[in-house]
């Protein structure tokens, strides 16, 4: 597509439910990342996928959360059993092979846990 | 590991000032430096990159100069306007990691 899509743009869960938030990089973009961003603040690493090659899942912050992308198409990451603090903004990006092109962000979603 | 550091805010500045964002880094190498623009309630857009020394990046009247005797990127622009109010954010990529770092975010403000 013509930039990265995430899908839904906003999430009201009870806390302990799971969520699944999804991303739709662009097309040819090999790498993906995600992040997460609370309010107010920066942007926080959870992991990243690049072609085949296994995930740098180094940025979750726990077990409840993980990601899965097949090949270099559409990613989701799910949080299983949300807590208040996994509100946030969660943000996605895809980018070419080279980090010198940056990165191109989707509009993200926001994960409200009630 | 390698880190941004920029300028807490927030920044508010009457329309047609001039803008300076500081931002420094800490890192191995080569990295490249970006800096982001986020809009209210939208995503991050990249503003403007340099990947190399002495490199300046410019876009939309902004520019950034890649110092790297001082490690330092700083945002600059001659004439803001209400429409530049958003948050910015300094960014570095290298080798040495997989993700690109990103500072905290600066919010500027622009009164007209």
């Known amino acids: 597509g013509a930039g990265v899509s995430q899908s839904p743009s906003n999430k009201v869960t009870e806390k302990g439910k799971d969520v699944e938030l999804r991303c739709d990089p662009i097309s040819g973009h090999t790498a993906l990342y995600w992040y997460r961003q609370r309010l107010g603040q920066g942007l926080e690493f959870l992991i990243y996928f690049q072609g085949n090659s296994a995930p740098d899942k180094s940025g979750l912050p726990s077990d409840r959360f993980s990601a899965e992308r097949t090949g270099e198409s559409v990613s989701t990451l799910t949080i299983q059993r949300t807590q208040q603090e996994d509100s946030a903004v969660y943000l996605c990006?895809?980018?070419?092979?080279?980090?010198?092109?940056?990165?191109?962000f989707g509009s993200g979603t926001r994960l409200t846990v009630v | 590991g390698d880190s941004v550091t920029q300028m807490e805010g927030p920044v508010t500045l009457s329309e047609e000032a001039f803008l300076t964002i500081n931002c420094t880094y800490t890192?191995?190498?080569?990295?490249?430096l970006f800096w982001y623009v986020q809009y209210p309630g939208e995503g991050l857009q990249l503003l403007l990159k340099a990947t190399k020394a002495d490199d300046k990046g410019s876009n939309k009247g902004f520019e950034a100069t890649y110092r790297k005797e001082t490690t330092s990127f700083h945002l600059e622009k001659g004439s803001v306007q209400v429409s530049d109010s958003a948050v910015y954010f300094c960014a570095l990529s290298s080798y040495n990691n997989n993700d690109m770092r990103f500072g905290a975010g600066t919010r500027l403000t622009v009164k007209p």
């Open positions: 990006a895809s980018s070419l092979l080279s980090r010198n092109y940056g990165y191109t």
């Open positions: 890192a191995t190498g080569y990295p490249s």
